[in-house]
């Protein structure tokens, strides 16, 4: 069994496995801030561990990650692999659910049914994924399923512009899965973890276990109540105390309803970083408290490649896409 201090680069080739990472050149992940629309291109190094081998940060509004098409497209061309693309939080819904009494290949069609008076749209129209977790629960015998639904026209309305401009998009995906893969490099197998990424806007809280996810919060007032109160230190204890306790409120519901045994590690990944929030969640919380170390994912010839990915939110979102697996792809 692996220790915290193990290293994790034996996950990380099994993953470059499932990803064919070896075999051919690399994936690239593509995420979208509010500042910049980031691609990061991941290989394998000699040993088969995953290796940051370019990241392109392009400036400028991120709502609308295709609005650059022919700028991201050439960014992506410059290795010709294929690319996971992280949809805007806006285009896509999220539902937790007990799991249904059907195999792999037919869970699609189930969720449509399951779904089809939850929609805003025909459920003919839904492109699905679904993610499952096992859970100690016995009113959920075939597990927890996190279930990610967009309308089809919209996927499509996202990669056709860059489609059209070169770029291999091969598959769409969603911020919690790509923030789970970043989680995942910051705990030992089979162990709950749980993940906080917050800039200026955006907070989102995940509780993940290897593949299988618990829960996804999103708190972005306070994401803009923090970034506003930037100079006024009671302000933002205030508001550090009140996150911590909506945190608290998520483990605490999550341990109960799943059996998870106590969630004991939070990551925070903050851009700017800052020391008053992860000393205030510390204070606050009983898990331990640690920041996200991009080093633990992947590793980079040039550490001033790595640095800069470590410090830009987006960046690291855009390679947990890029080590998503292609066979758990949404679209």
Not at 132 to 138: D, G, H, I, K, R
Not at 143 to 167: C, D, E, Q, S, Y
């Amino acid at each position: 069994m692996q220790t915290d201090e193990q290293p994790q680069a034996s996950r990380w080739r099994a993953i470059a496995r499932r990803l064919g990472l070896g075999r051919t050149r690399g994936w690239w992940g593509l995420a979208s801030g509010p500042d910049a629309t980031v691609a990061a291109h991941l290989a394998c190094d000699a040993e088969g561990a995953l290796e940051l081998t370019r990241l392109e940060i392009l400036s400028g509004t991120g709502e609308q990650p295709a609005r650059r098409s022919a700028d991201v497209a050439r960014a992506l061309g410059t290795r010709r692999a294929p690319c996971a693309m992280l949809m805007p939080v806006a285009d896509y819904h999220l539902h937790f659910m007990p799991g249904l009494p059907v195999p792999p290949p037919e869970r699609a069609d189930a969720l449509r049914w399951r779904l089809k008076d939850d929609l805003d749209f025909p459920a003919a129209e839904a492109v699905i994924g679904c993610v499952a977790a096992p859970v100690q629960n016995q009113s959920m015998e075939h597990g927890l399923w996190m279930t990610v639904v967009t309308r089809r026209k919209r996927a499509f309305a996202l990669i056709a512009p860059l489609t059209r401009a070169g770029a291999a998009i091969r598959a769409l995906d969603v911020v919690e899965l790509a923030q789970r893969n970043l989680a995942a490099a910051m705990a030992p197998a089979n162990r709950t973890v749980s993940m906080l990424s917050i800039d200026r806007r955006n907070a989102l809280l995940t509780v993940s276990r290897d593949d299988g996810m618990f829960a996804a919060r999103h708190f972005d007032p306070l994401a803009v109540a923090l970034h506003e109160a930037v100079d006024d230190s009671a302000r933002r204890a205030e508001l550090i105390e009140r996150l911590a306790l909506e945190l608290q409120r998520t483990f605490d519901n999550v341990e109960r309803q799943y059996a998870t045994g106590q969630i004991d590690r939070l990551v925070v990944l903050a851009e700017p970083r800052s020391a008053d929030l992860v000393e205030g969640l510390q204070s606050a919380l009983a898990a331990n408290v640690t920041t996200m170390e991009i080093e633990r994912v992947c590793s980079a010839r040039d550490p001033a490649l790595l640095a800069r990915a470590g410090a830009s939110l987006t960046a690291c979102l855009a390679i947990g896409a890029a080590v998503r697996a292609r066979s758990e792809a949404l679209a």
